[in-house]
């Protein structure tokens, strides 16, 4: 029985791999970031560092979530020839 909800499970992993575009470079990062947090020291991810982390990832996240708004917006070119 659990084997044959394992294959079933390999079947539809495979399927959304090979169907989205976007899943091709997703999986590998969700991966990545799932065997991170499973390798980090037990006291890495207490609440209080979590905090830590993201107040000082906040500020250069929202300078890049900017930039990406102007940039898919097609306001600015980034290629190396328009300058």
Known sequence: MVSRELNN???RFKHLYSSY???RALIPLILLLIASIF???QY???PMNIKVVLMQITPLALIAT???LIILMGSI???P???
Do not use: Q
């Open 81 to 83: 020839g328009s300058t």
């Open 39 to 41: 390798m980090s020291p």
């Open 66 to 68: 900017g930039e990406m």
């Open 21 to 23: 575009e976007l899943s």
């Open 44 to 46: 890495f991810l207490n």
């Open 77 to 79: 070119d980034l290629s």
């Open 9 to 11: 499970m390999i079947v």
